[in-house]
Structure formats: structure tokens, C-alpha cells
């Protein structure tokens, strides 16, 4: 499949307005902004196209709720804020082909009516920032941003806001409160923000990959697009691999791809050869997976029967030689570190989890520990405000449920001194 | 009508509301923690989780809305076990010190474990260590017992708009903090104190001296200090207050108090109060008997009467005293010495503005909810700080300006510095042309309809002013004159909030017909603000020179037909003398004996050396107080009264409502009412009262605005005025009334000049709050306010001492320098002995209304030599 | 007191948001640009700028784990130990840098040459494991080339 996303990022200067519109850029905003609004999003939705930042949820029909909210003015707000551990998907698309998101910024814009974009950045890029900046002051000088895009009288200012190391601020309410210069703190819902976002209007949350794909929905038409990969979840997807393989990085394949062929095929297989012994493969808040059982699409619907997600599919492979209480217990406190505190499950139950790990990784743990974290994790899971404090959970429910011998063996060591 | 059905059990409801409040109305009770009446939902502390059918998650019944044919269960065995869990979860990191703790007993967590918890902790490493802090003077931080629900900082961010506390840090290092880290430093209103969960934030006052349930009394009664009359229950054990809670949809404060009310009540348990009577022998006062000290003034004020009428004895009654007390003063004062030589602080600004007003759109026409603010579309304040002056009031202004309401903001008032829409601060004492302007722009743009009123041809008299000359005088660019006509044309039921600084002008008659014409445009409801909790009813019990009780004319023959015959005695007929002519009187020899109920006259009536030196020239001066203050210190005879919590009674609110104030503990001294009725009695004018409900009754007699009333029409609640009687249909007519004149209007202040204007502080009202330990531990010192600009010039920083002289006196006091402070006004409070803004006041009257003029007052500043940094807050 | 520099650029930022509280994260990252980390008084007068009232400030600020509130070291070292990174080596590479400097992290070394935080993922687990110095992205760490890079700043 011919990369889109990922077009010509080899070039050095592929972040550069020319570069950019010498091979297409732009072209599909000239034409999106001669469509009627509502077209493109009747052509989003039927693309079939599902948000990438984690939830997969169908993006045309999110659009279609904001639209349909008489409220004005509507925000369009981009979620770079990448905070998934094992992921930098995103990162490629906003340092080296920042156009294609600000086109498919402007083409959103334009479909939701929205005048004003916020692309909100993790405080961890800082060279995005910088290059995104430049980016936007470019697209405004050729028209392509500001108060008439392309002379269509259309309007859309778009702005950088970075973050300031929060991963909770990539879940959508936390992030608009974020932007609205407060605590990081997520919003219950209803009411959604497609309704009542930020300054309580109409605003569309969308991830970098997810806008990235509208001009290319725009170009080969919604038609062509759903035909790329998984039947019922289409379109290029951004893998994010490392660990344990030859050849760690981001790849652009269709939707669906397994796991086996993105880690063998594709990633030239286990570094040293070695054996492979498990696989988170969307981000570290999904349900790892052992390392025997590759056979899956990574795609929304496919992963869950397999036990597991897609997640932001970002995909941690683990040879044989890794201790897998160890990780367990580092993604623990990478929760822990993370919760925001407002909810009593995750702000004090992921750190009795931790209290738990540590001891048992360090040759302290206690028969029945391996219970007490299950008991701990079920009454973490399904309680908390946000779904933060499940993926701690869920991490080491899984952890616990594939590799239980790892722990056991670590804490008989431990009872037998 | 949406049905639901909650543990098998159906609930219609009119409109969705949340799970929680669907299962109060069928009595089901869903345990909450973070969850409070009086705040928005939040959702975090996850105990109130219950089963919705379809939904697959458990559900917060605190912030999910029921929708019709919903199935909710509170009671399966996954909640329970999800609540135990939530328990089990909050106890990790929450200090286990509840034998210790002042609310155990009290303690919301304490008593869900008793009730759902896990009866032991799995959790065996160590919990989260933070140091108890005692930084604050009054509150207790105890973040080892924080459960994070953040009620706190909600409260005082959402509903006080101080924003003092927030969430610092986050994960399981959340904790409350003020900004310092250490001492709050902030409003002091205590409201974090009432909703926090369990025993994280405490109140110093008390702290370790009791059990909840050591509390042997708990009486409902009506606060002291302002004239909200917040409603609170005194807690006490013997004869001693331990604390005063209030509670959410209790009384005018709903639940909410400022730091007066909720920590000030202590001076009553002051050792500093008097105990028994005394009477100055050979210049000294000494103590004496009760019978002794009745005689003795009897006696004197009987030769007095006879040697020169009457008319030369007077009489200042109190504002801190209740209907009651103040009834029987002017009866006394009327019948027993025939005098109308009767007056208070109330004439000072409350009485005589409510009566301008009242005479323009009728009597009672200030008498308005003050719940109505919130219900108000803009607000407009003027001559004064509302939030410091009647803090729970300002309460509602900040609320419906973070409902986006426009609020209008005229001179300094601080505490809505973040809540103005438009924050108009004017060279000092140009209101008058500020309001001109305002009152002529807006007249062109809402022209007067209907048909020709009187008050309509004052108002057509108005020669009309532009923004521009406005501008020119006050000292504020256009642009911000404009913004302000063009929120107050959008208007249509605007609150207008008035202080007693505008008033006590030597132009403040004229100000009031602005106000007034301000009014009448914007179709708006007047707020009087009121310093004291019974100002309203001095006015309607008839302690004003020229008013009997019910507000009615004394010059009124058959007004006053009416009232001899209740009293069975002769009054004069003649309107008797104001406070500041009787002080005039005094010096004048006309006045031979002053009378004095509860009130500080030395030191509040403004010229505290001129007063001074008259009170002393008195043949006869009687003091009755529960305080041996400045006044008393001069009398001839002193009387210990019993205070606000330790009598029964009533008070009447700025709004116009009658609150039944309880006897909560016992106390040295005798009911003010019953001194007088006693003394009465043996000048020959027999008073047999029992107790205060035979006042009550005897006011329900004689005042045509109280027919019938008592306490249980109080106790009902919503006892507006005119309370149970009709209103004085007509008062005599508005002519010789007239608009200021354009040159007075143009008129410049000087820019090279420094006025020095009142400060209102927050945390002190006056004689009283000195006398609280806990008030003097927030802020006792004196100070003056100067602008940034003043304090460059003068080269002092925040906390060096200033010099201010007047041409009556000179002060040294700590500089507080702010840097939104309006150029040429330099604010002083009255609050303290000897060292108030008062004694640097000349003797200054407003020759219309009799009142004190406290404008123009020139001041020069300069740095002292005194460079201690006595801070004060 | 913030430098007139710092309150131009604020008042600048705040002229783009329509909102002036969105304004209070880009703001406090001004005045940590300016002097490495973002001291009492520096709230106080953010919050006097935009209005916000300070406690709410010092709320927010101390929030986002990026915002430092003690004096560091001319040059910050952001290394991610995260899983990616910790399975690639980084536990060694902290090992290290305390053996060659005495650096713990949040610590700042005795010349206040460089100061270390740990950081949770930064987004460079396919070339981990990775840093940022200041704002200088580094990956491929291995024990020798982190101090090449390292001796780079001075
Ligand atoms: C704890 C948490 C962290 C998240 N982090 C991110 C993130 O870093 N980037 C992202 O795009 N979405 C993230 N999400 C998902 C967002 O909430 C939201 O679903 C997404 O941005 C919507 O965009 P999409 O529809 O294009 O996927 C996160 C969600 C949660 C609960
Ligand atoms: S689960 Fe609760 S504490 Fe954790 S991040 Fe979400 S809201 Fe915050
Ligand atoms: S009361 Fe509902 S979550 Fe706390």
C-alpha cells in the first residue's frame, strides 16, 4: 500500500509548505472548501473512518452530533498530546508532515463551521511546537489558514497550546479543561463535548492520525478510502512498534494488519532472534498478550475477541530474557504517577497495587498477594471517573492472568528465604 | 413527568434531576462524601455508585440525571461491595487518628465504615505523612485526614468567590492548601469549615476543648454583627458558646456565614465585660448596687426634667439592641422624661436614606429580599464595599456575576475587584457627576414613560451631563463610562446597592435623587446596606426624633393622638433633635443629661475629639453597655446590659424582616428593656413587662406596622414588612426637593489635594468585634490604604508607617499599599481605640439632613520615622 | 518581579485566546523559559496578570508534572525510563549518571551544571532509550554516547 500518512517524510525538508503542495498538498482542501459542510461529513461518515486516539469511535458521526448543536462559535481541538506509553505515531506526522494535519485541520474546520483550532501538544515536544509554528505562519501567508481561506470568505484560525506533562490531559474532557487553563482534571459527562466543550461550545476532540486521514478521504473519496483495509474499520493505520525487534518505528498498513505480520514481516522479527515471550500491543493500558498469540487484526473490533485492544496500537514486544513483574510493576507506577487524583479507585487504589508490586519484586511478597492485587484491581476496575484508573487495572489483570507463574515464582523465593 | 423506579420502588418527578435527589424524594438514602447541597456535583469520590439498568458501569447517583423508565438499585450486592471497597480505599491514605480527632463524632467517613466498611484494612505499608499545620490563627490543616473530595476549595471557589484555597499537586499527593503554604490569609468566612467531610480542616477556636456530644444546648438564633441577620445555631455548655454552625436552607445565609459571624460571637465571653453597675463618686466609677444605681438616676434625671424641661435630656438608642429594648427606650425616653431628643447611628445614613427614598416611591420601597439578587438581571453597587459591609450579600452579587450578570461597580470595593463588569473608580467624592452623567445617558437612551409623575418632573429638571465632562471631573476615560451606559441600558431588574459613604456627604441629599432617578430608569430594586443587625428596627420602633413606632409622624396630631392613648401619657408634639444636633445641643447647653443604650458614642460618631469634649461637659450622662467603651468611660452612672445571645428578643434586617433572636446562654447584666422599665417605673411611668414577649405584645398594640405580630409569625419565617400592618400610605410629599446644579456638577477635585475616605474592614465592624479574641488573632492593627502612586512618591513599602494629619488630628499607621487604589484617596478604618479615622475627622454636618459629612476631608501623608513592620493584615 | 520581557510576551499570548484563564499555562511556561522553574511571587503576579486569583494558579501549576518548583540547573536532563526505555537499558543509564556526577533524580549536581527528572514516556520508544536535554531530543542512548552528548553542555 502506498504510505500516505507517512508520504515522503524521508525528504528533509518534508515539513516545508512547498515541499508539501509539490506532491498534492493542499489540493484537497481547494477541494473540500467548495463542498457544503454537511457533504463532508456525510462523506467522513461513510468513509467509515474511526478516531485513532484510542476509542475508536466513528468520527463522521462525532462531527454530525457537534454540527447538529445550534451553539456557536464550534471549536475543532486536535489531540497531540501522545501520551500513551509506547506510542509516537503521532510524532512523525507533527515534526515531519505537519501540512497534512493543518489541511486536515482546515478541511474540519470547515465541515464543523468551526472558526477556531487548537492543536493541543504535549509539553514533551517541544521541536513540534516549533515546527508546527512555522507551519501554520506558512499556511497563513498562502491563504490556506485565517479569515479567508483560499478566498472562499471561509474563516479558520488555528493555534499550538502545549500541555505540560499530564497524560491524563490526552483524555478529551481533561484536555479542554487543560486548555481552559485549569487543573487537568476530567469532566463529567453528559454533557458531551460535542455540546458543551470548551467555554462550554460545541467542540470536536480529534488525535493527530485521525484528522491526518480527512485529506486523504477528501482526495480518493470516501468510496476508495473504505475499501483499504478491515472490512468494517478501514483506512491506513499508524503502528507504533518497539521493544524487543529488529526494526523498531512507526509503519503506515492497512487497518487489520496482524500482529505477527506487522512484528516479522515487517519489523524483520525478535532482535537477536530470540523468543518471544509477550506483546502489549496498543498502548500500555491494553491487555498484554502472550507472545504465542500473534494471529490477530489489529483493528477496533478484531482485537477485544483476541483480549485485547487496539488501543492507539502502539505495539511493546517482549523477548524472552524480560521480566514481566518488573514491567507490570513500572506501568504501575507510570499510572500511579499519572492519576489525577480526583477519583478515590484510581488516586488510592492504583498506589496500594504498587505497594503490592514493589514488595513482591523486590523478594518481599506475601502468600495470597497475587490475589490481593486481583481483588484490589476488580475494585479498581469499571469505578473510577475516567478510564485511566481501568487501564491500571486492566494491566495488571492481564499481566496476572497470562503470566501468573512469573509472580508466584518471584514470591516463593521470597516465603521459602 | 418522568417515572422512575429505584430499588423496586416508583418515583414520578416533574423534572430530571439527578439519581441522588430522585432517591432523597422516595427517602432512600445512597451514601456521598464528595457530594454536598450547596456545590455543583462532582462524581469523585465514587460512594455513591449505584446499578442502572442497561448501563453496564456503575453510575454515580450524585451526577447522573434520571431519564424516564429508568431502573435503579442502591442496595445489590455489587454496590455494597463496590461502596466497601470505595471505603476501604479512602482509608489507605486517611490518618487513623479518630480518638484524637475534634470530628470524630461528627465525622461523615467515620460513620459510613460504621455503616458499610470494611471492618479491617488490607493495606499494610505506611500512609501519606504531612505535618499538621498551626500557620493559621484559625484554622487547623490536618492533610492527613484530607480525603480529597474537595468540598472545600469548591465552596470557596463556587459559592464565597474567594479562591483563597485550591488542590495542590496531584495523584495520592493532592492536598488543600492556601497559597502561602501556611496561613490562609484569605476572607476568614469559615464556609470550608461547614462542608468538609471529616476532621481535615478544624476550627482553632475550639479545638480539643470538646466532644460534639459534650454540647449540652443547641439554640437558633440570629447573628449580631450585620444587618443580614444570618441565622445560625449557637452550640454552648453552661454559659459558654463553643461554636456557631449554620445550615444550608436555614434563614436568609443558607448555610453560609462571613468570619464575624461564624468565629466574632467569643466576645461575649470576654473577661473584659462589665459586671456591675457603678456610679462616679469623687470622679472615679465605682461599684454599686442595682437599687442603688436605679435611685440614683431616677433621681437626678427627675430634677433635671423639672429644672429644664424634658427637652433637655436626650437619648441615643442602639442598633445592637432588639426591637424590644429599642420600643421601650422611646417610650421611655417620650413618656417618662418627655422627650423626643431620640436617635442612633441609624440617622447617621440608613434612616435618613430609606426616608428620601421611602418619600419618592413610597414607604418600604428599600424593604427587598436579599435572595432577589441572584434573581437580579445586573447589579449596580455605590458608597461602599457590599462584601465587607454585609458579607453574606455580597455573597449573591459575586454569585450572579459568575452567572455572567453585569455588575456595576462604583468606588473602591475590593472584594469585587474579580466580579465587576464594569469597576468605575471616580477622583474622590465626584459620584454625584459620575451618577448625572450615567442618569442623563441612560435617559436618552430608556426615555421616562407613563403618565407625568412628580418625581418624573424632578428628574426632567436634571440638567443633562455628557460622559465627556464626566470623564473631565471623575477622572475615567469615556470608553469605560460608555461600556458601563451600554450594560446598564440592557437591564431590566437590576439590584442597586447602596452604602452609608454616599450617603454622608455634604451633597448626599442630592446624591439620593440621583440614585433614586438611577432607580426609577433601570426599573431597579434598592438594597440599603446596613452595618448593624437592627437599623431597620430602629426605624420602625420609632427611635428617631421625629417617628413614633410603625414610622409614623410625630407631628401628625392624630398619629400622635393614637400612640398617648396606648401609653396613656403626653408626648410633646414637636419633632425632637438628631444625633449630631443633640451632640450640637450639648455643647450649645441645651442638652443637660444623655441617655445612651448600647452605643459607642465617643468613638462612632465621626469628630471623635469634638465629641469627646462635649460628652464631657454633660451634668448627666448614662451609659448601659455590656462594655466599659470610650463613652462609658465618661458617664456618670454605668449600666452592664446583657448581649445578643443572652436575651430573647428581635431584630429587623436591611431587607425589611422581623427574626426572632433566642436566649442561647446566661450572663451577667439585666435586659436593656427591663433597666429602662425599671428606672420608668420610678419616675412614676409604670412598666410591667415579664419578659420580652409582653413588649412584643404591647409593640403588637401600638405599632400600626406590627398589628398582631409575634413570635411565632417570626419563627414561621417570611415576617416581611410591613410585617402585619399597613404602611404609612403617604408620607409628606417630595417638593423642595431639587438636582444638583451643573457648576456644582463640574466642579473639579483638586488632583494635587489627598482626601482620606472610611474603610470598611472585613473582619471588624466596631466596638464589639474588638473585644473577640478570634477576630483580633486575623486582624487587630490599624492601618491606612494608599495607592501604589502614593506609596512611590513617599517611597513606602507594604507595612512601613505613615504619618496622616488632618486639621483635626495626626495618626501613625502601617501603609497597605494596593495598586487599584482610585489617586487622591487614602482609606482609613474606624475600628480601633484611639487610632481610628474618626478621631482624625473634623465636626462636619450636612446642613439638610443633619447628618455627618464625611467628604472633602483633606489629609497629608508622609513616611514616619516608625519603620517597624508591624503588619497589618 | 517578572522581567518586563516576561509581562510583554504574556500580555502578547494573551491577546491570541479568547479566553484569558487559557492563557495561564503558556504563561507560567514563559516565566520557567526565563528563570528554569517558577517561584511563588512568580504566580502571584501570572495571577495578577490574568486575573486569576494566585491560589488557583499555584493549583494549576503545580498540577503538570513539567512545571518545576525549586531553582535547577543550568541544564535539565529528561530521561525516560519508561517501559520501552527501561527494557532498552535507562535503569543503567541513571545508575551511571549518579556514579559520573552524583546525580539523583530531581537532584542537581554540586555545580548546578545539569539537574535530572525522570520522565514518563516521551514518545521515543522505537529509538529508546531516549532524553531531552533542555529542549534537545536524544535517542540511542547507550552508556557511552549519553556523556558525548552530555559534555556538549557546557
Ligand atoms: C487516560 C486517557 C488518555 C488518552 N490519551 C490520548 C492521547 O494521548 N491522544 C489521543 O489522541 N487520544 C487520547 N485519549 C482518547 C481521547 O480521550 C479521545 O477519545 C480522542 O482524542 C478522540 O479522538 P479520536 O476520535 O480521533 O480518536 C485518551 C483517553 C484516555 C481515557
Ligand atoms: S480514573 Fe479518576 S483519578 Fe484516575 S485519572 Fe481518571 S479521574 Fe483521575
Ligand atoms: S458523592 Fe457521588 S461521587 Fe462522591
Redesign the interface.
Known amino acids: 500500500m502506498e504510505p500516505f500518512l507517512l508520504k515522503n517524510i524521508s525528504n528533509p525538508n518534508s515539513a516545508d509548505l512547498s515541499e508539501y503542495v509539490k506532491t498534492g498538498g493542499y489540493a484537497a482542501l481547494a477541494k473540500a472548501i467548495d463542498m457544503k459542510p454537511s457533504d463532508i461529513i456525510d462523506e467522513v461518515k461513510k468513509s467509515g473512518l474511526r478516531g485513532r486516539g484510542g476509542a475508536g469511535f466513528p468520527t463522521g458521526m462525532k462531527w454530525s452530533f457537534a454540527a447538529a448543536d445550534p451553539k456557536k462559535p464550534k471549536y475543532l481541538v486536535c489531540n497531540a498530546d501522545e501520551g500513551e506509553p509506547g506510542t509516537f505515531k503521532d510524532r512523525p506526522i507533527l515534526e515531519k508532515n505537519p501540512h497534512l494535519l493543518i489541511e486536515g485541520m482546515a478541511i474540519s474546520g470547515h465541515a464543523l463551521q468551526a472558526e477556531y483550532g487548537y492543536i493541543y501538544l504535549r509539553g514533551e515536544y517541544p521541536k513540534a511546537k516549533d515546527i508546527l509554528e512555522g507551519a501554520i505562519a506558512q499556511a497563513y501567508e498562502k491563504g490556506y489558514l485565517g479569515d479567508n481561506i483560499l478566498g472562499k470568505g471561509i474563516r479558520f484560525h488555528l493555534y499550538v497550546h502545549q500541555g505540560a506533562g499530564?497524560y491524563i490531559c490526552g483524555e478529551e474532557t481533561a484536555l479542554i479543561e487543560s486548555l481552559e487553563g485549569k487543573?487537568g482534571q476530567p469532566r463529567?459527562r453528559p454533557p458531551f463535548p460535542v455540546n458543551e466543550g470548551f467555554l462550554a461550545k460545541p467542540t470536536v476532540v480529534n488525535n493527530v492520525e485521525t484528522l491526518s486521514n480527512i485529506p486523504y478521504i477528501i482526495t480518493i473519496g470516501a468510496e476508495a478510502y473504505s475499501k483499504i483495509g478491515s472490512a468494517d474499520c478501514p483506512g491506513p493505520k499508524l503502528y507504533s512498534v518497539s521493544g524487543h525487534v529488529k526494526k523498531p518505528g512507526v509503519y503506515e498498513l492497512p487497518m487489520g494488519t496482524t500482529l505477527k505480520d506487522i512484528i516479522y514481516d515487517h519489523c524483520g522479527g525478535i532482535l537477536g532472534d530470540k523468543k518471544i515471550k509477550a506483546v502489549i500491543p496498543g498502548g500500555i493500558s491494553t491487555p498484554v498478550l502472550p507472545g504465542d498469540k500473534l494471529n490477530c487484526p489489529m483493528d477496533f473490533p478484531s482485537m477485544p475477541k483476541h483480549g485485547s485492544m487496539l488501543g492507539s496500537g502502539a505495539v511493546m514486544v517482549f523477548d524472552e530474557s524480560v521480566d514481566l513483574v518488573k514491567v507490570c510493576l513500572r506501568a504501575i507506577k507510570f499510572f500511579?504517577?499519572?492519576?489525577?487524583?480526583?477519583?478515590?479507585?484510581c488516586?488510592?487504589?492504583v498506589?496500594?497495587l504498587r505497594?503490592i508490586l514493589v514488595r513482591i519484586n523486590s523478594g518481599q511478597g506475601r502468600e495470597g498477594d497475587i490475589d490481593?492485587l486481583m481483588e484490589v484491581s476488580k475494585?479498581i476496575l469499571?469505578?473510577?471517573?475516567c478510564p485511566l484508573g481501568d487501564g491500571a487495572a486492566t494491566v495488571v489483570q492481564s499481566f496476572i492472568k497470562h503470566f501468573r507463574n512469573e509472580f508466584e515464582n518471584k514470591i516463593k523465593e521470597a516465603v521459602s528465604v | 413527568m418522568i417515572t422512575v423506579t429505584i430499588n423496586e420502588k416508583q418515583i414520578k418527578l416533574e423534572k430530571p434531576v439527578t439519581i441522588l435527589e430522585a432517591a432523597k424524594v422516595a427517602g432512600i438514602k445512597i451514601p456521598t462524601l464528595c457530594h454536598h447541597e450547596m456545590l455543583k456535583?462532582?462524581?469523585?469520590?465514587?460512594?455513591c455508585?449505584v446499578e442502572v439498568e442497561k448501563l453496564?458501569?456503575?453510575q454515580t447517583a450524585c451526577?447522573l440525571s434520571v431519564t424516564d423508565g429508568m431502573v435503579v438499585r442502591t442496595e445489590t450486592e455489587r454496590v455494597i461491595?463496590?461502596r466497601k471497597?470505595?471505603l476501604?480505599?479512602?482509608l489507605?491514605?486517611h490518618a487513623l487518628d479518630c480518638p484524637y480527632c475534634d470530628k470524630a463524632g461528627e465525622c461523615d467517613l467515620q460513620d459510613l465504615v460504621v455503616k458499610y466498611g470494611p471492618t479491617t484494612g488490607?493495606?499494610?505499608?505506611g500512609k501519606r505523612k504531612h505535618p499538621e499545620s498551626y500557620d493559621d490563627p484559625i484554622i487547623v490543616r490536618n492533610m492527613e485526614r484530607c480525603?480529597?473530595c474537595t468540598r472545600c476549595?469548591r465552596m470557596c471557589?463556587q459559592v464565597q468567590g474567594?479562591?483563597?484555597?485550591?488542590?495542590?499537586?496531584?495523584?495520592?499527593?493532592?492536598y488543600v492548601?492556601?497559597?502561602s503554604g501556611g496561613r490562609y490569609n484569605c476572607e476568614y468566612c469559615g464556609n470550608c469549615l461547614t462542608v468538609c467531610p471529616v476532621g481535615a480542616i478544624i476550627s482553632r477556636l475550639h479545638k480539643h476543648t470538646y466532644r460534639p456530644w459534650f454540647i449540652e444546648k443547641n439554640v437558633d438564633t440570629i447573628c449580631s454583627f450585620c444587618g443580614v441577620g444570618c441565622t445560625f445555631t449557637v452550640q454552648s455548655r453552661g454559659d459558654a458558646i463553643i461554636r456557631v454552625v449554620p445550615e444550608a436552607g436555614k434563614g436568609v445565609n443558607n448555610g453560609l456565614l462571613c468570619n464575624r459571624g461564624r468565629f466574632g460571637y467569643d466576645y461575649v465571653n470576654s473577661p473584659k465585660r462589665l459586671k456591675s453597675p457603678m456610679i462616679r463618686k469623687d470622679g472615679v466609677l465605682q461599684e454599686t448596687t442595682w437599687s442603688e444605681a436605679f435611685a440614683y438616676i431616677a433621681q437626678q434625671l427627675k430634677t433635671i426634667k423639672e429644672q429644664h424641661g424634658g427637652n433637655a435630656i436626650a437619648g441615643v438608642a442602639s442598633a445592637r439592641c432588639t426591637n424590644e429594648d429599642n420600643y421601650v427606650f422611646q417610650k421611655f425616653m417620650r413618656v417618662a422624661l418627655g422627650s423626643n431628643n431620640i436617635d442612633s447611628v441609624a440617622g447617621f445614613a440608613f434612616a435618613p436614606a430609606q426616608r428620601l427614598f421611602g418619600k419618592i416611591f413610597g414607604q418600604g420601597v428599600t424593604a427587598n429580599p436579599i435572595s432577589g439578587i441572584a434573581k437580579s438581571d445586573g447589579v449596580f453597587t455605590i458608597g461602599g464595599d457590599p462584601t465587607s459591609v454585609n458579607p453574606v450579600l455580597g455573597l449573591q452579587i459575586r454569585a450572579v456575576a459568575q452567572q455572567g450578570v453585569p455588575v456595576v461597580t462604583v468606588g473602591y470595593a475590593a472584594g469585587l475587584r474579580?466580579f465587576s463588569t464594569n469597576r468605575l473608580l471616580p477622583a474622590p467624592f465626584t459620584e454625584t457627576t459620575l451618577l448625572a452623567a450615567l442618569v442623563s445617558e441612560l435617559l436618552k437612551k430608556k426615555p421616562l414613560s407613563g403618565e407625568k409623575s412628580a418625581f418624573g418632573e424632578i428628574i426632567g429638571k436634571l440638567q443633562s451631563i455628557s460622559l465627556a465632562e464626566a470623564s473631565e471631573v471623575c477622572g475615567i476615560p469615556v470608553k469605560e463610562l460608555e461600556a458601563c451606559v451600554e450594560n446598564l441600558s440592557g437591564v431590566t431588574n437590576p439590584s442597586v446597592i447602596i452604602g452609608r459613604d454616599i450617603i454622608q456627604r455634604t451633597d448626599g441629599h442630592t446624591t439620593i435623587l440621583l440614585l433614586a432617578a438611577l432607580v426609577h430608569i433601570l426599573n431597579g430594586r434598592i438594597y440599603l446596606s446596613s452595618e448593624l443587625p437592627n437599623e431597620q428596627g430602629l426605624v420602625d420602633m420609632g427611635c428617631l426624633p421625629d417617628m413614633l413606632p410603625g414610622a409614623r409622624p410625630v407631628a401628625v396630631e392624630s398619629f400622635r393622638k393614637r400612640y398617648e392613648e396606648f401609653v396613656k401619657g403626653e408626648i410633646p408634639s414637636a419633632p425632637g433633635l438628631g444625633l449630631m444636633e443633640i451632640i450640637e445641643g450639648i455643647k450649645a447647653k441645651r442638652i443637660k443629661a444623655l441617655y445612651v443604650m448600647g452605643e459607642n458614642v465617643a468613638f462612632n460618631v465621626p469628630g471623635q475629639k469634638f465629641v469627646k469634649e462635649v460628652l464631657s461637659t454633660l451634668d448627666f450622662l448614662i451609659v448601659q453597655d455590656i462594655f466599659l467603651n470610650e463613652t462609658a468611660q465618661r458617664a456618670h452612672v454605668v449600666l452592664p446590659s446583657l448581649s445578643w445571645s443572652e436575651k430573647e428578643g428581635s431584630y429587623t434586617n436591611l431587607e425589611g424582616r422581623m427574626q426572632h433572636l433566642r436566649k442561647a446562654i446566661g450572663g451577667q447584666g439585666i435586659e436593656d428593656w427591663k433597666i429602662l422599665a425599671e428606672i420608668s417605673t420610678r419616675l412614676g411611668v409604670a412598666m410591667q413587662y415579664r419578659d420580652a414577649q409582653d413588649v412584643l405584645a404591647e409593640i403588637a398594640k401600638v405599632s400600626p406596622l406590627h398589628k398582631g405580630i409575634s413570635y411565632e409569625d417570626m419563627d414561621g419565617g417570611e415576617c416581611m414588612w410591613p410585617y402585619k400592618g399597613e404602611p404609612l400610605r403617604h408620607d409628606a410629599g417630595i417638593e423642595g426637593l431639587s438636582m444638583p446644579d451643573m457648576k456644582s456638577l463640574l466642579k473639579k477635585s483638586d488632583k494635587s489635594k489627598l482626601y482620606i475616605g472610611i474603610d470598611k474592614p472585613l473582619f471588624h465592624s466596631a466596638s464589639q468585634s474588638r473585644h473577640s479574641a478570634a477576630l483580633n488573632s486575623i486582624s487587630s492593627k490599624p492601618y491606612v490604604k494608599i495607592g501604589s502612586s502614593i506609596a512611590k512618591r513617599l517611597e513606602v513599602a507594604d507595612g512601613d508607617y505613615v504619618s496622616l494629619s488632618t486639621e483635626t488630628d495626626t495618626l501613625e499607621l502601617p501603609a497597605l499599599v494596593f495598586a487599584d487604589m482610585p489617586e487622591g484617596l487614602v482609606l482609613v478604618p474606624n475600628n480601633v481605640e484611639e487610632r481610628g479615622a474618626f478621631k482624625l475627622l473634623p465636626w462636619k454636618l450636612n446642613a439638610v439632613m443633619k447628618i455627618p459629612a464625611l467628604d472633602g476631608i483633606e489629609v497629608t501623608v508622609t513616611k514616619s520615622e516608625r519603620m517597624t513592620a508591624e503588619v497589618a493584615a | 518581579m517578572l522581567s518586563e520581557k516576561v509581562i510583554t510576551e504574556i500580555n502578547r499570548i494573551k491577546s491570541k485566546y479568547q479566553e484569558p484563564r487559557s492563557t495561564l499555562l503558556p504563561s507560567l511556561y514563559v516565566v520557567q523559559r526565563e528563570n528554569g522553574w517558577i517561584a511563588?511571587e512568580a504566580?502571584?503576579e501570572v495571577g495578577d496578570l490574568l486575573?486569576i486569583?494566585?491560589?488557583?494558579v499555584?493549583?494549576v501549576a503545580?498540577?503538570y508534572s513539567m512545571f518545576r518548583h525549586k531553582p535547577v540547573g543550568r541544564h535539565v536532563i529528561q530521561l525516560c525510563t519508561n517501559v520501552a526505555c527501561m527494557i532498552m537499558g535507562a535503569e543503567r543509564l541513571v545508575d551511571l549518571l549518579k556514579q559520573k556526577y552524583g546525580l539523583e533524580p530531581n537532584g542537581t549536581t554540586a555545580d548546578g551544571r545539569f539537574s535530572l527528572v525522570i520522565m514518563e514516556c516521551i514518545g521515543a520508544c522505537g529509538t529508546a532509550p531516549a532524553m531531552l536535554v533542555n529542549t534537545d531530543f536524544h535517542d540511542n542512548l547507550t552508556e557511552e554516547n549519553i556523556f558525548k552528548i552530555l559534555e556538549s553542555y557546557k
Open positions: 499530564a487543573r463529567t500511579e504517577h499519572e492519576s489525577c487524583g480526583k477519583c478515590t479507585p488516586r488510592e487504589g498506589g496500594w505497594s490481593l475494585n469499571g469505578k473510577t471517573f | 456535583p462532582f462524581g469523585g469520590c465514587r460512594l455508585l453496564p458501569r456503575l451526577t461491595d463496590a471497597a470505595m476501604e480505599f479512602l489507605i491514605n488490607r493495606f499494610a505499608e480525603i480529597s476549595v471557589n474567594a479562591s483563597a484555597i485550591s488542590m495542590v499537586n496531584r495523584t495520592s499527593k493532592t492548601e492556601p497559597f474579580r | 511563588p504566580m502571584a486575573n486569583p494566585k491560589a488557583t499555584k493549583g503545580t498540577f
